[in-house]
């Protein structure tokens, strides 16, 4: 019997669709669709005070979004997903 994978929905906010955007190393990433959606909410509240001084100084506003992601075991992406990726 082959091994046994579990599959791992989780949710990440996200900045101008981007994951990892510009210079972050690090991301937010959390297991409860629910305590996700708080904390993307609370984030775009900080984005749009900051949208202020943004808009007066000509620069991009940022969009904040909640994406959910299945998390692949490495083994497993070796094993089958491997070649058909890029």
């Given at each position: 019997?082959?091994?046994?994978?579990?599959?791992?929905?989780?949710?990440?906010?996200?900045?101008?669709?981007?994951?990892?955007?510009?210079?972050?190393?690090?991301?937010?990433?959390y297991r409860r669709e629910d305590y996700c959606q708080r904390k993307t909410m609370h984030r775009r509240k900080l984005a749009f005070e900051d949208?202020?001084?943004?808009?007066?100084?000509?620069?991009?506003?940022?969009?904040?979004?909640?994406?959910s992601f299945y998390l692949v075991?490495?083994?497993l992406y070796d094993e089958i997903l491997k070649d058909h990726t890029k």
């Amino acid at each position: 019997m082959g091994k046994r994978y579990k599959f791992r929905k989780v949710y990440f906010i996200c900045e101008d669709n981007n994951v990892f955007g510009g210079t972050r190393e690090s991301v937010e990433c959390y297991r409860r669709e629910d305590y996700c959606q708080r904390k993307t909410m609370h984030r775009r509240k900080l984005a749009f005070e900051d949208a202020k001084i943004m808009w007066a100084t000509g620069l991009p506003m940022k969009h904040i979004t909640m994406h959910s992601f299945y998390l692949v075991h490495e083994t497993l992406y070796d094993e089958i997903l491997k070649d058909h990726t890029k």
